[in-house]
Nanobody
């Protein structure tokens, strides 16, 4: 059974950091494009960052530019979302999605993803 699992969420103070992980069971993530999305209460889901199979990343949200980075470790079949300088407005459920590989620089539209995780909660609060 194919399954996507996110981990690493939690409660952090403003200015703090978290690293989220996205792993798969039933298959490896090596040749897929992976996207990180988030959904805040009462708001629509938004794309944060995506990374192609070859490791090229695309920033999808201006609000995280310079603070969040995405990376992948194909040996561990895991994709990471490093979040620094967190702000209260970063609070939400963060989800990982897996889709067919796309060229570097692609905007990774939401419709391209075939598999979604359940998400991990990130709360930024003092």
């Amino acid at each position: 059974q194919l399954q996507i699992v996110e981990s690493g969420g939690g409660l952090v103070q403003p200015g703090g950091s978290l690293r989220l992980s996205c792993a798969a069971s039933g298959f490896t993530l090596d040749h897929y494009t992976i996207g990180w999305f988030r959904q805040a209460p009462g708001k629509e889901r938004e794309g944060v960052l995506c990374i192609s199979g070859s490791g090229g990343s695309t920033n999808l949200a201006d609000s995280v530019k310079g603070r969040f980075t995405i990376s992948r470790d194909n040996a561990k079949s895991t994709v990471y979302l490093q979040m620094n300088s967190l702000k209260p407005e970063d609070t939400g459920v963060y989800l990982c999605a897996v889709g067919a590989d796309v060229p570097n620089g692609n905007r990774c539209p939401e419709v391209m993803y075939d598999y979604w995780g359940q998400g991990t909660q990130v709360t930024v609060s003092s």
